[in-house]
C-alpha cells in the first residue's frame, strides 16, 4: 500500500483486567472502506475510540498522514481530519435537519454595533441542501424535525454532519444495524459515495454481506488481537467469520492463505 492516511502501530488498550486491545496495527488509505470485524466484545468500538480521541491508549503509535500524532480529545481528532459517527447517532430529535448538520458549527452573519451575530439560517440551508443533493441523501425536506425521520433517513443525516468539518478519515461503528433492507442499501451506497470523494472510511460492521459488498479490505479483530487482514473482493465469508470464530489464527496470514484448523472454534 502506499502511505496509508491513517495508521495505528502496536496499540494496546487494558480496562483493568481486561486487554481491550493488544498490539493492534490498522491501515486506512485515501480513497478506501476498510471494514473492522470481530465478535463482541473483540476491541472494535475501543478501537475506534481511540481514532476518535474519546479513549487514550496505553501504548501505540497512530500515525496521520505520515507523521504521529496524540489524539487527545474529539476536537483533536476533529482538528486532524477525523469524524466518527457513533452508534446512538446523537441527533437532537426536535431540531431539524439544518439545525443538526451545523450543530456546533453554525455559520454567523457578523452584524454591525452590539446585536453580536446573527445565524446564517439562510446559507446554512442552501449548503445542508447541496451537501444532502451531493449525497443522494432524500429526507421529506431540510426543515422537517429529525423525530419524523426513518432510522435510515437519520443514519444518512449523521454521516452527511460528519462531513461539514471537511473530514479526510470517517468512522463509522455499526451504521446498518438497526436498519431494514432499502434502508441498509441507502446507506452502504453513501458509504461509497465517501470513498469516491476521496474519503479513508472504517466501518465496523457484524453484517458480513454488508462488509463484502462495500469494503476494500477487512480487518478482523479477535479478543483484542489483529487476526487477519482481508483483501477483497477474493475472501470469502467462511473465511472471515473463520478469522472472527477463531477456527483460523488468520494473525500473520495474507488473503489468500488457506485456513488451519489449529485452534479451536471460538469461546465467546
Ligand atoms: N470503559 C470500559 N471499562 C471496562 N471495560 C471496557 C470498557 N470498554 C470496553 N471494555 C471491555 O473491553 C473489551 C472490548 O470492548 P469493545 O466495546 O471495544 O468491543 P466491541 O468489539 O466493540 O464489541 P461489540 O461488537 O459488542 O460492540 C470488552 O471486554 C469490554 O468489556
Ligand atoms: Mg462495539
Given at each position: 500500500?502506499?502511505?496509508?492516511?491513517?495508521?495505528?502501530?502496536?496499540?494496546?488498550?487494558?480496562?483493568?483486567?481486561?486487554?481491550?486491545?493488544?498490539?493492534?496495527?490498522?491501515?486506512?488509505?485515501?480513497?478506501?472502506?476498510?471494514?473492522?470485524?470481530?465478535?463482541?466484545?473483540?476491541?472494535?468500538?475501543?478501537?475506534?475510540?481511540?481514532?476518535?480521541?474519546?479513549?487514550?491508549?496505553?501504548?501505540?503509535?497512530?500515525?496521520?498522514?505520515?507523521?504521529?500524532?496524540?489524539?487527545?480529545?474529539?476536537?483533536?481528532?476533529?482538528?486532524?481530519?477525523?469524524?466518527?459517527?457513533?452508534?446512538?447517532?446523537?441527533?437532537?430529535?426536535?431540531?431539524?435537519?439544518?439545525?443538526?448538520?451545523?450543530?456546533?458549527?453554525?455559520?454567523?452573519?457578523?452584524?454591525?454595533?452590539?446585536?453580536?451575530?446573527?445565524?446564517?439560517?439562510?446559507?446554512?440551508?442552501?449548503?445542508?441542501?447541496?451537501?444532502?443533493?451531493?449525497?443522494?441523501?432524500?429526507i421529506?425536506?431540510?426543515?422537517?424535525?429529525v423525530?419524523m425521520l426513518s432510522?435510515?433517513q437519520r443514519?444518512?443525516?449523521?454521516?452527511?454532519?460528519?462531513?461539514?468539518?471537511?473530514?479526510?478519515?470517517?468512522?463509522?461503528?455499526?451504521?446498518?444495524?438497526?436498519?431494514?433492507?432499502?434502508?441498509?442499501?441507502?446507506?452502504?451506497?453513501?458509504?461509497?459515495?465517501?470513498?469516491?470523494?476521496?474519503?479513508?472510511?472504517?466501518?465496523?460492521?457484524?453484517?458480513?454481506?454488508?462488509?463484502?459488498?462495500?469494503?476494500?479490505?477487512?480487518?478482523?479483530?479477535?479478543?483484542?488481537?489483529?487476526?487477519?487482514?482481508?483483501?477483497?473482493?477474493?475472501?470469502?465469508?467462511?473465511?472471515?467469520?473463520?478469522?472472527?470464530?477463531?477456527?483460523?489464527?488468520?494473525?500473520?496470514?495474507?488473503?489468500?492463505?488457506?485456513?488451519?484448523?489449529?485452534?479451536?472454534?471460538?469461546?465467546?
Open positions: 500500500m502506499v502511505q496509508p492516511l491513517l495508521a495505528l502501530r502496536g496499540v494496546s488498550k487494558r480496562y483493568g483486567a481486561v486487554h481491550a486491545l493488544d498490539g493492534v496495527d490498522l491501515d486506512v488509505a485515501t480513497g478506501e472502506v476498510v471494514a473492522l470485524i470481530g465478535d463482541n466484545g473483540a476491541g472494535k468500538s475501543t478501537l475506534i475510540k481511540i481514532i476518535a480521541g474519546v479513549v487514550t491508549p496505553d501504548t501505540g503509535v497512530v500515525e496521520f498522514q505520515g507523521r504521529p500524532v496524540t489524539i487527545h480529545s474529539p476536537h483533536a481528532a476533529a482538528s486532524l481530519g477525523i469524524a466518527t459517527v457513533f452508534q446512538d447517532l446523537a441527533l437532537c430529535e426536535n431540531l431539524d435537519v439544518v439545525a443538526n448538520l451545523y450543530l456546533g458549527h453554525e455559520r454567523l452573519i457578523p452584524t454591525v454595533g452590539r446585536l453580536g451575530a446573527w445565524l446564517d439560517e439562510i446559507g446554512m440551508e442552501r449548503r445542508a441542501l447541496a451537501l444532502l443533493r451531493e449525497l443522494a441523501v432524500k421529506p425536506s431540510v426543515r422537517t424535525p423525530a432510522g435510515g443514519q444518512s443525516v449523521a454521516i452527511a454532519r460528519s462531513l461539514i468539518g471537511e473530514p479526510q478519515v470517517v468512522l463509522l461503528d455499526e451504521p446498518t444495524a438497526a436498519l431494514g433492507v432499502e434502508q441498509t442499501a441507502h446507506v452502504l451506497e453513501l458509504i461509497l459515495r465517501l470513498r469516491d470523494r476521496g474519503l479513508g472510511v472504517v466501518v465496523v460492521s457484524h453484517n458480513l454481506s454488508n462488509v463484502l459488498a462495500i469494503a476494500s479490505r477487512a480487518v478482523v479483530l479477535r479478543l483484542g488481537r489483529n487476526n487477519g487482514t482481508f483483501v477483497l473482493p477474493g475472501a470469502t465469508q467462511e473465511q472471515l467469520v473463520a478469522a472472527i470464530t477463531g477456527a483460523t489464527d488468520a494473525r500473520a496470514a495474507a488473503a489468500t492463505a488457506a485456513p488451519s484448523s489449529d485452534e479451536p472454534a471460538g469461546d465467546e
